[in-house]
């Protein structure tokens, strides 16, 4: 069996975010500070905003898409019932970022989005919290939803192992998805799935026996129930609102890579089974050797029940 565990790391490394990246988005996301804590002061003064960064950043799950685009989210919270509509409140925080990127700055139903072209998003959400009452996110022309991202985090975190595999699986997942587009689940959506597909599994070592070993559990719940289920408020279903197309679309693009996984494990030469990676990762995933390498000394041995017979507990 062709042992592709070091092909994986290489593709980590290609779509992880670079520190060019990193450090050009957090100095954008504090200039965005900035000018939104000087337009409340001079135009708002009862509004006094915090910030929180969340999603993908905050969870180290960011990829760069394979337009080398990367993104950021950045709560914008009040802690504070408004007195106007969560509409007005989205527009103010409009105001005060306009002028900062070339491209003016976009109203998106749950967020503000900051463009800064061909390299990096940065989105706003809109919060406020008052005693107990959940935190409420505004969405553009409807009012405002229970929501808490800090909720997810933790829900995230609690998952995780020490060794970070479940952050390479979560990105590796959110790889395909950009590779493959024509309306694959969301990020967010890929880190739910690929959560709660972890906690059925036995994680291998080796991350291509893992990735393999998560598809085949993610078509297996889908199979039995089409749902991804927020963890946390709102506990909303992401694939709600998707038609028949694109359920099927999802589905035969899972179908077709737990195919070609199970055909990679079993495959003896790294660079035919590379190849098959290749067909849903895209050419960022690295070509193999070409050569047999025989069984492996990576805990390939035998394959039981779709998991290692050597694998490591988390």
């Not at 975010?17 to 900035?34: A, F, P, V, Y």
């Not at 960064?53 to 080398?68: A, C, E, L, N, P």
Request: proline fraction near 3%.
């Amino acid at each position: 069996m062709a042992d592709c565990h070091n092909l994986f790391q290489e593709y980590n490394k290609e779509i992880s975010l670079t520190k060019t990246k990193k450090d050009n988005m957090s100095k954008s996301k504090n200039g965005l500070r900035e000018r939104i804590r000087n337009h409340f002061k001079k135009n708002h003064s009862e509004y006094e905003p915090k910030f929180y960064i969340q999603g993908s950043y905050k969870m180290k799950t960011g990829i760069r898409t394979k337009d080398d685009i990367c993104d950021l989210d950045d709560g914008v919270y009040f802690m504070r019932e408004p007195d106007v509509t969560s509409t007005t409140l989205q527009g103010w925080i409009l105001d005060a970022v306009n002028g900062y990127t070339d491209d003016p700055p976009e109203h998106r139903k749950k967020c503000i989005r900051n463009i800064f072209i061909n390299d990096y998003e940065i989105d706003m959400p809109v919060y406020y919290k008052i005693d107990e009452k959940e935190y409420q996110l505004a969405i553009k022309d409807s009012g405002w939803e229970d929501s808490d991202s800090r909720a997810l985090i933790n829900w995230f975190n609690s998952r995780k192992d020490k060794e970070g595999q479940l952050l390479k699986i979560v990105k590796y997942h959110k790889g395909w998805g950009d590779y493959k587009r024509n309306k694959m689940p969301s990020g967010l959506a890929m880190t739910i799935l690929v959560c709660n597909a972890k906690a059925k599994i036995v994680y291998n070592d080796r991350d291509d026996i893992t990735m393999r070993d998560t598809l085949k559990e993610i078509k297996k719940a889908l199979d039995n129930k089409f749902e991804c289920i927020v963890p946390v408020v709102p506990f909303d279903n992401l694939f709600k609102d998707y038609d028949q197309k694109r359920i099927d679309n999802f589905k035969s693009a899972l179908k077709d890579f737990v195919g070609d996984a199970d055909e990679a494990i079993r495959e003896g030469n790294q660079l035919k089974a590379s190849r098959l990676w290749r067909r849903h990762l895209g050419n960022r995933f690295p070509e193999g050797k070409d050569e047999n390498e025989g069984s492996s000394n990576r805990n390939a041995g035998l394959i039981i029940g779709g998991q290692s017979s050597n694998p490591w507990a988390v």
